[in-house]
């Protein structure tokens, strides 16, 4: 069998050919570490339960309709009074999250208690995680301390 040698317009084509799958396949292989990522790092919502936000009053702290108070896990907010007040953050937290969330059933995973008797969770709307949401817009901080109850801010 002899070998036909390409001529450089057939070559060309043959180099666009191989390097269009080659991306396909590199850009089908990402999407799918991508999506066994979001797979492992977000729970199942039948495996948690549900809520409804009533109203949030910070960027971390909400009521639910049954009257729970919740404490988002992992993420500090700037504060609306007291001696570390930062009123103009904190208010533009508290609207961004009353408009992400207020009135919307959520899953919830409950972590613990804080020491004013506060729900300690994360709150998932979907596959996204509040508090995460929170952190990527800018609204909040990692709270370095309790980090690690949560499985996004390791």
């Given at each position: 069998?002899?070998?036909?040698?390409l001529n450089s317009e057939q070559q060309f084509l043959r180099n666009l050919l191989i390097?269009?799958?080659s991306t396909l396949f590199i850009v089908f292989v990402i999407s799918m570490v991508a999506l066994f990522q979001t797979l492992i790092t977000y729970p199942n919502s039948p495996e948690l339960a549900t809520v409804t936000i009533h109203n949030c009053y910070d960027g971390d702290t909400c009521t639910t309709t049954e009257g729970e108070k919740l404490r988002l896990a992992c993420i500090d907010s700037p504060e609306?009074?007291?001696?570390?007040a930062d009123p103009i953050p904190a208010k533009a937290a508290r609207e961004f999250l009353n408009s992400e969330i207020k009135g919307s059933t959520l899953n919830i995973r409950r972590i613990t208690k804080d020491r004013y008797g506060r729900t300690v969770a994360e709150l998932f709307k979907g596959p996204?995680?509040?508090q995460e949401q929170?952190?990527?817009?800018?609204?909040?901080?990692i709270y370095e301390r309790y980090r690690s109850q949560c499985e996004?801010?390791?």
């Open positions: 069998m002899s070998k036909k040698k390097g269009f799958f609306l009074r007291g001696g570390r996204v995680n509040i929170l952190v990527e817009k800018g609204f909040a901080r996004w801010s390791k």
